[in-house]
Structures are given as C-alpha cells and as structure tokens.
C-alpha cells in the first residue's frame, strides 16, 4: 500500500444510482461508436467524398478530417465543460450525444463527390466537425459524473467503466465492419455498405438522448451549487498546474490508444494489406481482452495508489511498442496478438485516468477544468495519430511512427512523477 489519504466509507450504491450509472456508461457507448466508425470504415468510403483517382490521396485526406474533428475538440470541451460546471452533467451530456448522432446521420446519408463534387467533401468536414465539438465535452463531462457518483475507496474501479464503455462501443462499429464485409464485396462497401453503421449511429443516439434524460445530477454538483459562484477565469489560471499535468499524462497514452486500439485494424488493412474481414477479427478480439482486464487495474489502483499502475501503463507501452512492431506484419493473427499485448497495458493508463483528472481538480471547474486541456492534447496529439501513422510509415518506414510514440510515452512517465499520489481523495 502507498503513503496515501485513508480509504473512505464506501458509499451505498442506490438502485437511481445504478440507472444513472447505466444511462451514463451505455450513452458513452453509443457516443463512441458514432465516433469511431469513422476510422474503422474509412478505407471504404475515402473516395466516396474525395476524387476516386488517386485512392491514396483520398485516404490522407479523409483522415486529415478525421484530425480536424479533434481540432474542434478544445472548443468544444471549453463550452460544453462550462455547461456541466454551470448548468449541470446531465444538460452537457444530453446536449453533446444529441448533436454527435446528429453528424453521424448526415455522413450517412450524404451525397457522394461524383454526384455534387467538392460539396461532398466539405459536408463530411462539418460533420466532423460538429462531432468533434460534441466529443470535446462528452468525454469530460462523462468522466467527472462517474467520478462524482463513485465511492472514494472505490472510485478506480468504477472509473474504469468509461472507457469499457468506449472500447465496447467502437467494438460494436468494428463488429458491424465484421458482417459488413463479410456480406457485402469490398465494390458494394464502397458503394453503400459504408452507410450503414452512420444512419444506426444516428438512430442509436436517440436511445442515449432518452436515456440521459432520465439521469439525476451527482450530489457533488447539487451541493457545489448552494455555494456561491467563483469566477471562472481566476480558477483556470488558479489550476494552471494541473492543466499541465492532464496534457502530460494525456499525450502518450492517447496516442498510442488511438494508434493501436482504435485505428489498428484500418491501418493494417490499407497499409498492411492484410484481409479486411480478418483484420476487423483481431480488433474485436484485442478489444475483449482490454475490457477485461480495465477493471483489474482500476481496483488495483485502489489498492496500491493511481501513479504505480499509470508508471505501468506509460513504461510498459514505451518498452513493447518496437517489439509489437515487429511482430505485426502480415498476418490478422499477429494483428491479434500485437494489439492484445498493446491492450494490457493501454489499460492499465485509460482505466484510471477518469479518477486520476477527477481528483486533480475542485468541483466548480472540475467539467471545464479537464475538458480544455485534456481536449487540447488530444486534439494535437490523438487526432493527428491516424494520419501521422499512415504518412510516416510510408515516407520513413513504420519506426519512424514507433519511435514518436516512444518519445511520447516517456513524456507521460515524467509527469506521472511529479503528480500527487490521490487515491480514495474525498471530491470536495
């Protein structure tokens, strides 16, 4: 056991409380397919919204929209943040899952650039666009919520909720890609067969839009809002070091969660070459294995403290990712194996992080305090991950990309020296 504050009182777990836990954990889920479809499907649909005559070309483009997306993030973190912060978690969630299905339903049914030319392109760039801000404050804002309802001596484990339910619901996109392209020739997912999960997502979010209205405030935010109101800007700058360290913990591990969680399975397949049905296989695989062993880590970090397991996930991913590089070649089984060791221990980081940036900041600013930062460094980092990937290996080779996530992860490390240690800290 570390040095750390006590372990509260566990805090009984109420039946509303378990439903708010669902209509947040499945509405996160279904936010996360929407937005990660994207990645999973673009190899189908890039010259569907760019010129078909240089497929390549259209591949860099499609996912130079995907980075723009994360661009949009900042500002959409610091407006929906305020929302939760002001207004409520509840409001920022409803309004951010209504307007990122929204985007995902208009991709679905856009006209193609044979049919209305360079206008296809810039629909696709709003959508992202729109989804990227949504995105900014759905993670957030999701993020303080689970972190506000958790027991303090528990808040590991539950935390760790977050991000099975991203995993879980880009895996469902990726299962989709399975029987899509399993039921469908690589002319017909290409011709329409790349719609489909877009218009499910858009009828998806009005599962999640129901199911967050139903949700009751965290009582952390109920008191919060009988004190008086702070001014807003003296707090940011207040928590400046904090700020610094979401950015610094953020960096590496988004990168290599987006490069090796998220879009693995599209890069193996248009750059790897590797079948696109067996490729999709092995995502789904490594991904039942990192929503396994999510909560292992989390209840070890309530047990042992957050900075020992976030030391593993930062190391650990820095020391395998050149090994895992050279395993992953030209077989959907080596696919397999890489991503499920990557998965290990990119777990062990995203499980907790949720609990982690809870406890680094007051309740008044805890939505927009996480949010500008945190949306900031993905924005510059894990948005840029898919194109960088696919642009450096062909330019540089794949060690190019391999020795940036490297550089990065050990970033991640030095921060996590310098940060407190928080573990079953009270958010007061």
């Not at 309802?149 to 539950?158: I, L, S, T």
């Not at 207040?238 to 610094?244: T, V």
């Amino acid at each position: 056991m570390t040095d750390t504050a006590a372990p509260a009182p566990a805090t009984p777990v109420r039946k509303r409380d378990t439903h708010m836990l669902v209509g947040t954990v499945l509405g996160h889920a279904l936010e996360w397919y929407d937005w990660g479809i994207y990645a999973i499907f673009v190899p189908f649909f890039a010259t569907q919204f760019f010129d078909q005559q240089d497929p390549f070309s259209a591949l860099l483009s499609s996912l130079a929209i995907f980075a723009v997306g994360f661009i949009a993030r900042p500002l959409g973190g610091f407006v929906f943040g305020w929302l939760a912060d002001r207004i409520g978690r509840k409001a920022s969630m409803s309004a951010t899952v209504s307007l990122i299905a929204a985007a995902s339903f208009v991709m679905g049914v856009s006209p193609t650039y044979a049919a209305i030319g360079a206008w296809a392109s810039l629909i696709l760039l709003a959508a992202r666009v729109v989804q990227g801000l949504a995105t900014g404050g759905e993670l957030p804002s999701a993020q303080t919520y689970l972190s506000e309802m958790a027991p303090a001596a528990r808040r590991g484990r539950w935390s760790s909720l977050i991000y099975i339910a991203s995993v879980f619901g880009n895996t469902v996109g990726v299962l989709l890609g399975v029987i899509l392209t399993t039921a469908l020739s690589k002319q017909e997912m290409q011709a329409f067969g790349w719609r489909i999960p877009f218009i499910l997502g858009g009828v998806f979010g009005l599962v999640a839009i129901y199911m967050r209205r139903k949700m009751n405030e965290s009582h952390a935010f109920t008191v919060e809002q009988q004190t008086d109101k702070v001014r807003l800007w003296p707090e940011i700058v207040k928590h400046r070091k904090q700020a610094i360290h979401v950015i610094g913990l953020t960096v590496g591990i988004t990168v290599v969660y987006y490069s090796w969680v998220v879009a693995a399975p599209a890069y193996a397949i248009s750059s790897l070459h590797i079948d696109s049905s067996a490729a999709l296989w092995a995502g789904v695989a490594a991904a039942v294995v990192m929503m396994a062993v999510m909560p292992l880590w989390g209840m070890l970090s309530d047990r042992i403290g957050r900075k020992p397991v976030l030391f593993i996930s930062t190391l650990g991913c820095a020391i395998l990712v050149f090994p895992l590089q050279f395993l992953v070649r030209d077989s959907a089984w080596q696919l397999f194996a890489g991503m499920a060791l990557a998965a290990v221990f990119i777990s062990a980081g995203v499980s907790i992080l949720p609990a982690v940036y809870a406890e680094m900041f007051p309740t008044r600013i805890r939505a927009i305090g996480l949010a500008v930062p945190y949306s900031i460094a993905v924005a510059a980092f894990g948005g840029t991950a898919p194109y960088l990937q696919s642009w450096m290996g062909a330019e540089f080779g794949r060690s190019a990309f391999t020795g940036y996530v490297v550089v990065l992860m050990l970033i991640s490390s030095v921060v996590t020296v310098s940060i407190p240690e928080t573990r079953a800290k009270e958010l007061g």
